[in-house]
């Protein structure tokens, strides 16, 4: 009896082991590395201002959160895609990690994004967030439907700097029409606000690279070919957010 049970068992454990045959191994290999690229290539359109590529890989019913759970659909997230001239100041966004399951025409990427600005080799600021985004494949191509991403948790040092500096860094910058970041100077401190928003100190982590306690994000003040300061770039969640001064 036990014999007849084992070889039942085999017996039905026969079309499981056959039911992907070697085509659709191959098709999934294919589709792992086409998602992989598409990540890479998905990121690299914050840095470089390409919303014809983003338009193809996010789809028009896109979603995504953040560690805040602030939900943007797919026009409030292609505002920031945009090509920021940084200037001096280098900027690198890496996909890390980055792991894929497939469940038919449904795919489930994960992974770590590492950003870095760096301006002349001197002053530098990195971090991580991690991602999960959903994928879905429709008439043969895939378009990514979701992510949601939250910032690895950094260890933020404020430094003391000659609050003389910060006179060069007073003003307006535009985050949308009607919208701007406003930075002022209050004694030795370096304050900012965003329209509608309190007022915050900007804690230095250099001379150009600021924080705010409680916010996932850096502020780095960018100077132009004339040497004045033109804007400031907000890296956040994986991306570099240009704001113009218009003040």
Do not use: C
Not at 93 to 101: A, I, K
Not at 116 to 123: F, H, N, P, T
Not at 234 to 246: E, T
């Amino acid at each position: 009896m036990r014999l007849l049970i084992a070889g039942l068992l085999i017996l039905a454990m026969i079309p499981i082991a056959l039911s992907q045959t070697p085509n659709q191994k191959v098709s999934e290999a294919s589709d792992e590395l086409e998602l992989k690229r598409l990540e890479d290539e998905w990121l690299s359109t914050y840095l470089r201002g390409d919303k014809a590529t983003f338009d193809r890989i996010v789809a028009d019913d896109f979603t995504g959160t953040d560690e805040s759970a602030v939900l943007r659909n797919k026009t409030q997230e292609r505002e920031l895609v945009q090509a920021p001239p940084f200037g001096a100041i280098k900027v690198s966004l890496t996909n890390e990690d980055v792991q894929v399951r497939i469940y038919g025409d449904t795919a489930i990427v994960t992974g770590r994004i590492a950003q870095k600005a760096e301006r002349a080799g001197q002053d530098s600021f990195s971090f991580q967030s991690r991602f999960t985004d959903t994928f879905l494949k429709r008439q043969g191509r895939w378009q990514v439907v979701a992510r949601h991403y939250s910032r690895l948790p950094q260890e933020r040092t404020a430094i003391k700097v000659d609050p003389k500096i910060y006179d060069a860094y007073v003003g307006d910058y535009e985050i949308a029409p009607g919208i701007v970041f406003q930075v002022s100077k209050e004694g030795d401190k370096l304050m900012g606000q965003t329209t509608g928003q309190p007022k915050a100190e900007l804690f230095a982590e250099s001379e150009i690279g600021f924080f705010v306690k409680g916010i996932p994000a850096q502020f780095i003040f960018v100077r132009d070919e004339k040497g004045q300061v033109a804007r400031v770039v907000v890296l956040q969640d994986g991306r570099s957010i240009p704001l113009r001064r218009i003040k």
